[in-house]
């Protein structure tokens, strides 16, 4: 399985939101697309990936904590919505430092 594979497989699990920004001034490519929110989400797999949030009105968008699912991945871009589901027991743990 290559690394590209792996990557998309550990994110299709979902996960929990470690951070969260929207981007009101993004580069020239994404300009059409703002303002949008990116997210870092501590995979089930224990990794961290950074990703889009799709999100169609404001109260769609993510908050720390939330748990997210895997939607569908764009031009080497993850994509993500809020899981529908209850909380999850790492939402309140003490988050992982950045290294």
Known sequence: MSNQQTETAASRAGGVVYTETVVHA???QYAADAPYQLA???LQSGERLTARILAGETNDRVAIGDRVEFVEE???VSYFR???GPSS???TEMPRPLV
């Open 74 to 76: 764009r031009d080497g």
């Open 26 to 28: 993004p580069p020239p």
């Open 40 to 42: 870092m989400i501590d």
């Open 82 to 84: 809020k899981s529908a």
């Open 89 to 91: 027991p790492q939402a």
